[in-house]
């Protein structure tokens, strides 16, 4: 049987990198998987080649910042079916010192970052406990818990995922609700490429093997490593884990020179 059989699970941020990576890992392992995405038809291009080979995919336009609309389409997913899984990817990057922050970049990365999971872990918190139980997994960093040049805002943000996964963990114990999260170190996605190509251009491919170095085990994490992660920690094998942050780092947090 597969690990996910006859489970609903819903991932934000999943039209592509580590959220789409998730979303195909969970529906090979026979789950419906709901993709949340803000771009419409990258959303339905990825729910699309996970149908194509077999698994069960629906796609949904969702701007997590937007309390409304998050809690109206997690109204219409688990009207449908209960969710077992929620699965906080989507979020957004920012490069900047405190001065360099402005408020209007503080703002933005909070509606995303921070208001966007208080968003879907409090439209999903009720269908859970309807259900009997669930799993939250949210998508933290490694800046939640070490420090990293100008990463100010994005640092501020993530520790709170941190925090709040730590928060929610222990105030639903009693309702089979399990919450943990990944703390990534660099994980090879379309943002790191667009970013090398936006700030380094002609220049990426000695900028990228720069940023692999970086890491103790020498390369970047893929997405398809922290999917890996994320199914065990939201199957029945993980049943006794819950408020655990788990780095996946290459040894960046505790074998850094």
Known sequence: MKRLENKTAI???AASGIGLAIAKRFATEGAH?????LKP?????AAASIRLTGGQAT??????????????IMQAINNQQLANILVCNAGIGFVGNLEKTNEEDLD?????????VYNCMHAQVPFFKKNGGGVFLNMASIVSSVGIPDRFAYSMTKGAVLTMTLSVAVDYLADNIRCNCISPARIHTPFVD???AK?????????????????????????EEV?????????????????????LDGGFVKLRP
Request: hydrophobic residues 35%; negative net charge.
């Open 11 to 13: 991932i934000t941020g």
């Open 33 to 37: 998987v709901h993709l949340l995405d």
């Open 41 to 45: 038809e990258e959303a339905e291009t």
């Open 59 to 72: 796609a949904h336009t969702c701007d997590v910042s937007n309390h409304v609309q998050v809690q109206e």
């Open 108 to 116: 933005r990365l909070y509606q995303v970052n921070i208001k966007g």
């Open 194 to 196: 667009g970013f090398l």
């Open 199 to 223: 700030n380094y251009p002609g220049n990426e491919a000695e900028m990228f093997a720069k940023l692999e170095k970086t890491q103790p085990i020498g390369r970047m994490g893929t997405p």
């Open 227 to 247: 999917a890996g992660l994320a199914i065990y920690l939201c199957c029945d094998e993980s049943a006794f884990i819950t408020g655990c942050d788990f780095p």
